[in-house]
């Protein structure tokens, strides 16, 4: 497989495709075609062009979706195939790349004037177009996507926002066109819109199209301040600025120069380099040459055996501490609070106490959750430990730590007694109750999972002995939509195969959403805790299905609660509603994952005394993985 795109492309210069359009009109195709309709009716023809600048060289190729969003497609009279053309253009190039080569799905800007004076395209309507876009890519298997040739920094900022809600285990590359000197056409300079893509979520920034080599080469000096910060830089120039020769467009720049001044940015920061208008698959097989970019290694699954470790220790994954602590034969019951925003753990502490008391069988802490701070759940989760006995599982995420803190995390984490952690990526700090906090993400949720699962056989990150295993219980984050399941169970089952023996779900509202879940899960070998939020109100029920990604609340639901008034009356259906979902999927789940709605702990108690008062034992999984052991 693939190593991850944001670990490798922090010690490594990658080397990206060059034009499609250009290049495709070069090839004979009719000027005034639209390209991106072409991955529907002519897909061969865009396969043949990725496999070329695969054979050029390319290590990432974009798929042809440049501008396959409802505005640009509706000239064509196609835009209600968004979602079927970007999928499409997604699958040929995931196709063409096999296994070395990462796929990023290209998202160009919508074409409308984003100060949007006319008031029949709203701003809305702009971030549903991404929205489709980005879901039809995710679906088709991309491994990044690019967000390419904005000049506003508002639209780019937008699309960014919509691409870490829509396909948040996707790294984003931001890239704008600055013709003036290293500044937008509106006037803003490029480390200010490098540091607002970063702040937004993408994960590297840079530079594409634009005038000319030598303007791009003194943007990237603008940037270059950021590659300092540990961020990497992306640039894909123009080929010369272009001239008017008979009926064709002719650029200028030949490949020896663009790979010399490509040198040049590498030198500044620039870790994905690549070709834009004009540039063809000889500018890449240049730039490989010159530049002498290694092909990328394709990581095998087995992790090397350190030479003061035994080798059969390393064999099969562990199930570790949490889910070899569970007691046969009955329903396991996860129960989550929050670590408390101030220094006063006392209420939390209190209420592990009493969920201990009924039955659960673990504390589930969040980390910072939505970037706004709270006390350290490590921490608070050893005082879990101490005073009640229960297992605790911290929530880790790629947001906070570098690669080095978060080993030493997890190493102490161990030494504390935790032995149960849930690998997340994070949610994006751009919404942060703290100034000037930005993310790190060195690794996101499959990295830490890959990380977890070596600490577990022995060894750190470097193949180094840690001279005893951990005993980690991994866990996976999995968002189940029943709209469009395919992409996130395709990530659970790569997220298993890297380690993960535990999944816990997004909130989900219906037993038909749960039974569905748990058939499409059932060939893969994890226990599966289909998360349970009890709602408090209509009001709190509204925010979770129109504010919160991934989070649908039946509209039935929500009618029902809409019908009284007083907020009691609404939390009082609200809960003999989950008093009933949980008894309905009770016989065929895994375990319970009961989420506290506002730290209020008392409103979940009453579930888990349910549940053990009842004697559900579940799908007996959980005893089979027991059995194992």
Same mark, same amino acid.
């Given at each position: 497989?693939?190593?991850?795109?944001?670990?490798?492309?922090?010690?490594?210069?990658?080397?990206?495709?060059?034009?499609?359009?250009?290049?495709?009109?070069?090839?004979?195709?009719?000027?005034?075609?639209?390209?991106?309709?072409?991955?529907?009716?002519?897909? %061969?023809?865009? &396969?043949?062009?990725?496999?070329?600048? *695969?054979? $050029? /060289?390319?290590?990432?190729?974009? @798929? +042809?979706?440049?501008?396959?969003?409802?505005?640009?497609?509706?000239?064509?009279?196609?835009?209600?195939?968004?979602?079927?053309?970007?999928?499409?253009?997604?699958?040929?190039?995931?196709?063409?790349?096999?296994?070395?080569?990462?796929?990023?799905?290209?998202?160009?800007?919508?074409?409308?004037?984003?100060?949007?004076?006319?008031?029949?395209?709203?701003?809305?309507?702009?971030?549903?177009?991404?929205?489709?876009?980005?879901?039809?890519?995710?679906?088709?298997?991309?491994?990044?996507?690019?967000?390419?040739?904005?000049?506003?920094?508002?639209?780019?900022?937008?699309?960014?926002?919509?691409?870490?809600?829509?396909?948040?285990?996707?790294?984003?590359?931001?890239?704008?066109?600055?013709?003036?000197?290293?500044?937008?056409?509106?006037? %803003?300079?490029? &480390?200010?819109?490098?540091?607002?893509? *970063?702040? $937004? /979520?993408?994960?590297?920034?840079? @530079? +594409?199209?634009?005038?000319?080599?030598?303007?791009?080469?003194?943007?990237?000096?603008?940037?270059?301040?950021?590659?300092?910060?540990?961020?990497?830089?992306?640039?894909?120039?123009?080929?010369?600025?272009?001239?008017?020769?008979?009926?064709?467009?002719?650029?200028?720049?030949?490949?020896?120069?663009?790979?010399?001044?490509?040198?040049?940015?590498?030198?500044?920061?620039?870790?994905?380099?690549?070709?834009?208008?004009?540039?063809?698959?000889?500018?890449?097989?240049?730039?490989?040459?010159?530049?002498?970019?290694?092909?990328?290694?394709?990581?095998?699954?087995?992790?090397?055996?350190?030479?003061?470790?035994?080798?059969?220790?390393?064999?099969?994954?562990?199930?570790?501490?949490?889910?070899?602590?569970?007691?046969?034969?009955?329903?396991?019951?996860?129960?989550?609070?929050?670590?408390?925003?101030?220094?006063?753990?006392?209420?939390?502490?209190?209420?592990?106490?009493?969920?201990?008391?009924?039955?659960?069988?673990?504390?589930?802490?969040?980390?910072?959750?939505?970037?706004?701070?709270?006390?350290?759940?490590?921490?608070?989760?050893?005082?879990?430990?101490?005073?009640?006995?229960?297992?605790?599982?911290?929530?880790?995420?790629?947001?906070?730590?570098?690669?080095?803190?978060?080993?030493?995390?997890?190493?102490?984490?161990?030494?504390?007694?935790?032995?149960?952690?849930?690998?997340?990526?994070?949610?994006?700090?751009?919404?942060?109750?703290?100034?000037?906090?930005?993310?790190?993400?060195?690794?996101?949720?499959?990295?830490?999972?890959?990380?977890?699962?070596?600490?577990?056989?022995?060894?750190?990150?470097?193949?180094?002995?840690?001279?005893?295993?951990?005993?980690?219980?991994?866990?996976?984050?999995?968002?189940?939509?029943?709209?469009?399941?395919?992409?996130?169970?395709?990530?659970?089952?790569?997220?298993?195969?890297?380690?993960?023996?535990?999944?816990?779900?997004?909130?989900?509202?219906?037993?038909?959403?749960?039974?569905?879940?748990?058939?499409?899960?059932?060939?893969?070998?994890?226990?599966?805790?289909?998360?349970?939020?009890?709602?408090?109100?209509?009001?709190?029920?509204?925010?979770?299905?129109?504010?919160?990604?991934?989070?649908?609340?039946?509209?039935?639901?929500?009618?029902?609660?809409?019908?009284?008034?007083?907020?009691?009356?609404?939390?009082?259906?609200?809960?003999?509603?989950?008093?009933?979902?949980?008894?309905?999927?009770?016989?065929?789940?895994?375990?319970?994952?009961?989420?506290?709605?506002?730290?209020?702990?008392?409103?979940?108690?009453?579930?888990?005394?349910?549940?053990?008062?009842?004697?559900?034992?579940?799908?007996?999984?959980?005893?089979?993985?027991?059995?194992?052991?």
């Amino acid at each position: 497989m693939k190593p991850d795109f944001i670990e490798y492309i922090q010690n490594h210069v990658v080397l990206g495709d060059g034009a499609l359009g250009s290049y495709l009109f070069e090839r004979g195709v009719e000027r005034g075609r639209n390209l991106d309709l072409m991955n529907i009716q002519s897909p %061969d023809t865009i &396969l043949n062009a990725h496999e070329e600048y *695969i054979r $050029a /060289g390319s290590q990432l190729i974009e @798929t +042809n979706t440049f501008g396959a969003n409802r505005f640009k497609l509706r000239e064509a009279g196609v835009e209600e195939q968004v979602w079927e053309i970007n999928r499409a253009g997604a699958e040929i190039a995931v196709k063409a790349a096999g296994h070395q080569v990462y796929v990023a799905g290209s998202v160009g800007p919508s074409g409308i004037n984003f100060s949007n004076d006319d008031q029949e395209i709203t701003s809305d309507d702009i971030r549903e177009s991404f929205s489709d876009q980005i879901r039809g890519l995710a679906e088709g298997g991309v491994d990044v996507l690019i967000i390419e040739t904005f000049s506003s920094l508002d639209e780019v900022l937008l699309a960014i926002e919509v691409a870490r809600s829509e396909a948040p285990e996707l790294p984003v590359i931001g890239q704008m066109v600055f013709p003036a000197h290293g500044m937008t056409v509106q006037g %803003d300079e490029a &480390l200010v819109c490098g540091r607002a893509m *970063i702040q $937004a /979520g993408a994960s590297v920034v840079g @530079t +594409n199209c634009g005038r000319g080599i030598d303007r791009m080469v003194a943007t990237i000096s603008n940037l270059s301040g950021l590659a300092g910060e540990g961020v990497p830089l992306s640039a894909f120039p123009n080929a010369g600025m272009p001239e008017l020769v008979g009926h064709r467009m002719i650029y200028p720049a030949q490949p020896g120069y663009m790979a010399t001044r490509a040198r040049e940015m590498i030198r500044k920061g620039v870790h994905l380099i690549g070709g834009c208008c004009g540039t063809a698959p000889a500018h890449i097989q240049e730039f490989r040459s010159a530049l002498k970019i290694k092909p990328v290694r394709v990581q095998v699954q087995e992790v090397p055996v350190a030479e003061d470790v035994q080798e059969e220790s390393f064999a099969e994954p562990q199930n570790g501490g949490f889910l070899e602590s569970l007691q046969p034969g009955r329903l396991p019951i996860i129960a989550e609070l929050d670590p408390p925003t101030h220094l006063d753990a006392e209420p939390v502490l209190a209420g592990a106490e009493q969920l201990a008391k009924v039955g659960v069988d673990a504390i589930s802490l969040g980390e910072n959750p939505l970037a706004i701070l709270r006390a350290g759940n490590l921490g608070v989760a050893s005082l879990i430990r101490q005073r009640t006995g229960l297992q605790t599982i911290i929530h880790q995420t790629g947001r906070d730590l570098n690669g080095l803190g978060l080993q030493s995390r997890m190493m102490e984490a161990h030494l504390l007694g935790i032995e149960a952690v849930l690998a997340v990526s994070g949610d994006s700090a751009a919404g942060t109750d703290q100034p000037g906090v930005s993310g790190i993400f060195d690794l996101r949720s499959s990295g830490l999972i890959r990380m977890l699962d070596s600490m577990n056989r022995g060894m750190n990150m470097a193949g180094r002995s840690l001279k005893e295993q951990t005993n980690f219980s991994i866990g996976a984050a999995f968002s189940f939509p029943p709209t469009s399941p395919d992409l996130q169970i395709r990530r659970l089952e790569k997220k298993a195969a890297l380690g993960a023996r535990y999944a816990m779900t997004q909130p989900l509202f219906s037993v038909d959403a749960v039974e569905q879940m748990m058939e499409r899960v059932e060939n893969i070998d994890i226990l599966i805790f289909p998360g349970i939020f009890p709602l408090i109100s209509s009001r709190n029920a509204e925010f979770l299905h129109n504010e919160v990604p991934g989070i649908y609340v039946p509209e039935e639901l929500r009618k029902q609660l809409a019908r009284f008034d007083e907020v009691a009356d609404q939390r009082k259906v609200a809960l003999e509603y989950t008093s009933e979902l949980v008894e309905g999927i009770s016989s065929f789940i895994d375990g319970l994952y009961l989420i506290s709605p506002l730290n209020k702990w008392d409103i979940i108690l009453d579930f888990v005394v349910q549940a053990r008062q009842a004697g559900w034992k579940g799908s007996g999984r959980a005893d089979k993985l027991a059995s194992t052991r």
